[in-house]
């Protein structure tokens, strides 16, 4: 759509499925249940790090960072695409757009780096776990967390302005079901070759560095299970070490499909699914993989309910 006069442009309308209506109304569905289990396996782990005291560790710490961050995640996204896949109102205001931007890209960069600062945090605990307590410290965990939100926020105050101040000439329509670099960097109606190189670079900081360290630390570990005599132990540790990994590979493999390629050469119909993926997948499956298999969170669990139940039955 195109608008003679910037003075009236309100905002921006996100064309998602709408092409496909019937695929809408599946989506809904499916994205609703996704939602609702990731928001309860987040919260959990965010409550059961706070109220049990044997949960009190650095990975726990960094665990329900993670868990929190993905629950701001899901909330900044899913809400407005249930109601644009659900009403025939599919419109999202220009301030709407700019802070589901600035706080999506914050979001995905802190992801990135915590991910990168948890793999070390295995690497410590399996290969120095006598100098664990030592090198993972509690002001070490502050200093980290406080690093990766500042690192991923601070990253994406520049790149929404820098997206956002493109010139648009009237045109509004998003061929997306949320607001995205790419998808903006695509409406722009300038040339946009510095734009898309500096999102090159940002995106090799903060998906290849990551992901080369993550991938160096439990290389590490690998070396390290592979000397246990135990033939139990190491395929506990390898299945442990493996769901990590899968987690790992298939968050950051979205975001590089989507981010080291250029606007040009999209395919907006799997690029929309990946973005799904980025979104909705990886905030439900890092409870799952990361915590809720774990005995100790069983234990607390456990803990909680019991605690519940004698104070009814009292």
Not at 32 to 42: A, D, R
Not at 136 to 164: E, K, Y
């Amino acid at each position: 759509m195109e608008r003679t006069n910037d003075s009236t442009f309100s905002g921006f309308i996100l064309l998602g499925f709408s092409n496909r209506p019937q695929l809408e109304t599946a989506l809904f569905l499916v994205i609703l249940i996704i939602y609702f289990f990731s928001f309860l396996g987040n919260g959990t782990i965010i409550f059961l790090s706070i109220v049990d005291s044997r949960l009190h560790t650095p990975m726990y710490f960094f665990l329900s960072n993670l868990s929190f961050m993905d629950l701001c995640l899901t909330t900044c996204t899913v809400p407005q695409t249930l109601v644009n896949f659900k009403g025939k109102d599919k419109t999202i205001t220009y301030g709407g757009c700019v802070t589901q931007l600035f706080i999506a890209l914050g979001l995905g960069g802190v992801e990135c780096v915590l991910l990168s600062v948890m793999a070390y945090d295995r690497y410590a605990a399996v290969c120095r776990p006598l100098h664990y307590m030592v090198i993972i410290h509690p002001q070490l965990c502050l200093q980290l967390v406080i690093t990766a939100w500042l690192t991923g926020f601070g990253n994406s105050v520049v790149q929404t302005a820098l997206t956002m101040t493109l010139p648009l000439c009237g045109k509004n329509q998003l061929d997306h079901f949320f607001c995205e670099v790419p998808v903006m960097l695509k409406l722009a109606c300038t040339d946009t070759s510095i734009n898309e190189a500096e999102l090159f670079a940002v995106s090799v900081f903060f998906l290849v560095v990551p992901l080369s360290l993550i991938l160096v630390s439990y290389g590490h570990i690998t070396h390290a299970v592979l000397k246990i005599k135990s033939a139990q132990g190491r395929r506990k540790a390898f299945g442990t070490c493996g769901s990590h990994l899968l987690v790992v590979i298939i968050f950051f493999g979205t975001l590089i499909s989507m981010y080291l390629q250029p606007p040009s050469s999209y395919s907006q119909d799997l690029n929309k699914s990946i973005a799904l993926f980025y979104t909705l997948v990886t905030p439900l499956l890092n409870p799952l993989i990361y915590t809720l298999r774990n005995k100790e969170v069983k234990g607390a669990l456990r803990r909680i309910v019991g605690r519940t139940t004698d104070s009814r039955e009292s």
